[in-house]
T-cell receptor, first 114, second 111 residues
Framework: GAVVSQHPSRVICKSGTSVKIECRSLDFQATTMFWYRQFPKKSLMLMATSNEGSKATYEQGVEKDKFLINHASLTLSTLTVTSAHPEDSSFYIC??????????FGPGTRLTVT | EDQVTQSPEALRLQEGESSSLNCSYTVSGLRGLFWYRQDPGKGPEFLFTLYSAGEEKEKERLKATLTKKESFLHITAPKPEDSATYLCAVLFSGGYNKLIFGAGTRLAVHP
């Protein structure tokens, strides 16, 4: 299957700071990427759909000004958590959509806000 | 309401004890059903895509089947390394090309 990377894998930041997470599609061009959030022992919660060259589409209840998404190229999408607070601590996972709508997921980023 | 339900929530098996996981869905216009495996602290790993009722796919000890209402993931003679959470997701008409995920089945295989 396709390979998707995320960086960093873990990050600890102080409350009020911003954190950027990168998601790269390593072996195919992805016009569409997705950002998910996952709570312990829960399933994936879609946050937003990232489309190359256009604005991201956010799910209901997700603050677009807090979770900034940029999809500047066919292989890179970034999620920036702005003014992070402890309640933003979570496991963030990105995916890239393949030709047949299957999604290939990155390894995830564990964010801890202190 | 469009919904994906997985059962059981958790399953404990002895090594070699075959079983099945269920994924039932209530969506109109199914375009694809996807199975993933997720290990703790990692992103989901793509396993299979099924598109139409009657379709089956196999990979090692896993076989996925699809009907008009549900999908089964059959695990034959499981090994401890098959322990993981198995997620299913559906893509359907009117779903804006997004996947709807079930809550998953946590599988534990003991030697």
């Amino acid at each position: 299957g396709a390979v998707v990377s995320q960086h960093p894998s873990r990050v600890i930041c102080k409350s009020g700071t911003s954190v950027k997470i990168e998601c790269r599609s390593l072996d195919f061009q992805a016009t569409t990427m997705f950002w998910y959030r996952q709570f312990p022992k829960k399933s994936l919660m879609l946050m937003a759909t990232s489309n190359e060259g256009s604005k991201a589409t956010y799910e209901q209840g997700v603050e677009k000004d807090k979770f900034l998404i940029n999809h500047a190229s066919l292989t890179l999408s970034t999620l920036t958590v702005t003014s992070a607070h402890p309640e933003d601590s979570s496991f963030y996972i990105c995916s890239a959509r393949g030709r047949d709508h299957e999604q290939y997921f990155g390894p995830g980023t564990r964010l801890t806000v202190t | 309401e469009d919904q994906v339900t997985q059962s059981p929530e958790a399953l404990r098996l002895q090594e070699g004890e075959s079983s099945s996981l269920n994924c039932s869905y209530t969506v109109s216009g199914l375009r694809g059903l996807f199975w993933y495996r997720q290990d703790p602290g990692k992103g989901p790993e793509f396993l299979f895509t099924l598109y139409s009722a009657g379709e089956e796919k196999e990979k090692e000890r896993l076989k996925a089947t699809l009907t008009k209402k549900e999908s089964f993931l059959h695990i034959t003679a499981p090994k401890p390394e098959d322990s993981a959470t198995y997620l299913c997701a559906v893509l359907f008409s009117g779903g804006y090309n997004k996947l709807i995920f079930g809550a998953g089945t946590r599988l534990a295989v003991h030697p």
